[in-house]
């Protein structure tokens, strides 16, 4: 299994930036994919992490 994570300020005023996070998993199971863009990075992180439980949890069934 391989967990890839890349960030990235997509666009930053005064004091704040805007983040993007995109996630990837590879498994033997698949590939799995997630993309998030909020202010907060904190946010930003746990969103493509909740997006990729879902994909994972749709793919393989709920008892993943």
Request: proline residues 0%.
């Amino acid at each position: 299994v391989i967990l890839d994570f890349k960030e990235h300020k997509k666009q930053e005023r005064a004091e704040k930036a805007k983040y993007e996070v995109k996630a990837r998993i590879k498994s033997s199971d698949g590939n799995f994919y997630a993309t998030s863009v909020d202010w907060d990075l904190s946010k930003v992180t746990t969103d493509v992490l909740d997006k990729l439980t879902r994909e994972i949890k749709k793919k393989l069934g709920k008892g993943a």
